[in-house]
Structures are given as C-alpha cells and as structure tokens.
C-alpha cells in the first residue's frame, strides 16, 4: 500500500515562530494584564460595548482538532461600542483550558494569576465582506475573552458542555437543535480590559481587538472536566484535549485600557 506517512503532531507554542515569524511580533497575544498598568479610559464607558445576539444564532458544535467551536450564523449578531470603531458580528466561539483540576489554562492572566479556562467570543468587522477577508486586517476581528473559574454549575453552558461527548473526534459534529443565546456566557458585570492583539494560534495574525471580561464566571469541575471529552492527537496517539493554550507574550510597550 502506499507510504503511510503520519500527519505530523503539531509543534507546541515555542516552536511557531519557525514557521510563523510573526510569533515574535509587536501586538502577539494572550498577554499578562497587570492591573496596575492599565488605564481607565472614559471614552469606553462614554460609548459602552453594545452585545445584542440573536438566541437562535448557533448552529453546531464541531471538534476542530484543538477546541471546541461553537458555529454561529452571524445574522442579527453583533457588537458594537466600547473600543470599537465600526459594527462586528459573531462569527464562533471556543475555549482554552488546561489539565484537569489544575488552575492554568487560561491564554490571558490577570497579575499573573491563571483560570481553569477561558472562552473566546469571536466577531468580525462588517466594513469586511467575509471573516475570510477580516481575519488578517488590523481591525478585522474583536474577540470577547471570559475566564472560567471553578465553582457552581454554569446552567447557560451546561447545554453546550453536554454537547462534548457527542464530537470526541476531530471532525465531528452535532447541530444544535435548541435555542441558545452566547450571551449568558458573560458576566454580569460588563467591566473589561481591552488592547490591540493577536489570534493566539497560528497564523498569529495581528487582527484582534482584544475585549477581556474582568469578572469570571463560574462553572463546575464536571463542566470542566467535560472539556476532556473532546480527543486529539498527542506524540503518543489520540488523548484527551487540554492545555491548548498559548502563554502570555511580550507586551512590547502596548498599553491596556479598561473601563
Ligand atoms: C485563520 O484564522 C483563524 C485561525 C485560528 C483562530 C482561532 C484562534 S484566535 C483566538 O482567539 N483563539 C484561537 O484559538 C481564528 O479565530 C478567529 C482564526
Ligand atoms: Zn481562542
């Protein structure tokens, strides 16, 4: 038969910048928000961050070989406010987590300090004609970052987290048949950390405004550890996802407002 040649596993977050050099570019994310540093900026409460979604905009949960993704039909989805300057529309959203139990696997941290995970909200700009056309622009994505801490049972997420088993593999699909609006995955209070960024995977494209919610939500050790359902290939074959996150980078002089 013919040479099997195996895919090869990907490269862990230190080797990305052989083939993406931009990994050691001036706006790379996930950062370390020191608090201290950032600055209050009145204009973002002046004109705050408007989240309108629709509560039929999900459309299926898939197994991406790296997360989740929850895929969103865009219509009547948008943000707008805050630190941005034109209308984006949800377009998926994921998470980022670590081993089970432990307390990293968050992208961002907060004064050094780690979550269990991390969930990304991402939007594109709609002075674009598609995500496709959005994703590498300086100002083609806005993605809202909301860290998990460990606590009650999140009831907004538990539809979607019931969903893991079923898309263990890369690949797999399920359609979500109910309505679910993203929106409860928010906190309650809209306070957030906003500076220019990255995609925290490769391609490392520096096209996202960056909308870091500052209060947690709390959802359950077994909705985290549902996060383990989903599978991907390690050196030593197919193993539970986890610490699919990338460390905080360099700074590089940007500054961190918030509200
Ligand atoms: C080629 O286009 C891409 C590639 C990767 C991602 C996902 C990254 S970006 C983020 O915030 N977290 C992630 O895992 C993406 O997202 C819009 C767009
Ligand atoms: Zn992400």
């Not at 370390?32 to 509560?55: E, G, H, M, Q, R």
């Not at 989805?77 to 529309?89: A, F, N, Q, R, W």
């Amino acid at each position: 038969g013919f040479l099997q040649v195996a895919s090869p596993v990907p490269q862990g977050p230190n080797k990305w910048h052989e083939q993406f050099p931009i990994a050691k570019g001036q706006r790379q994310s996930p950062i370390d928000i020191v608090t201290s540093n950032a600055k209050v900026d009145k204009a973002l409460s002046d004109n705050p961050l408007k989240v309108s979604y629709s509560n039929n905009c999900c459309q299926s949960v898939t197994n991406t070989g790296a997360s989740f993704q929850v895929v969103v039909d865009g219509a009547g989805t948008e943000i707008s406010g805050g630190p941005l300057d034109s209308t984006y529309k949800l377009v998926q959203f994921h998470a980022h987590w670590g081993p089970l139990g432990g307390d990293e696997g968050s992208e961002h941290t907060v004064d050094g300090v780690t979550y269990p995970a991390e969930l990304h909200l991402v939007h594109w700009n709609q002075k674009y004609k598609d995500v496709g056309e959005a994703v590498d622009k300086p100002d083609g994505l806005a993605v809202i970052g909301v860290f998990f801490s460990r606590g009650k049972e999140h009831a907004g997420f538990k539809p979607i987290s019931d969903l893991f088993a079923k898309v263990p593999r890369k690949a797999d699909k399920v359609d979500i048949s109910f309505n679910y609006d993203p929106a409860c995955l928010l906190p309650a209070r809209r306070d957030y950390w906003t500076y220019l960024g990255s995609l925290t995977t490769p391609p490392l494209f520096e096209s996202v405004t960056w909308i870091v919610m500052k209060d947690p939500v709390e959802v359950s050790a077994e909705q985290l550890a549902a996060l383990r359902n989903l599978l991907w290939e390690t050196p030593s074959g197919e193993g539970q996802m986890c610490n699919n996150y990338r460390p905080p980078q360099p700074l590089q002089g940007r500054l961190v407002r918030s509200t």
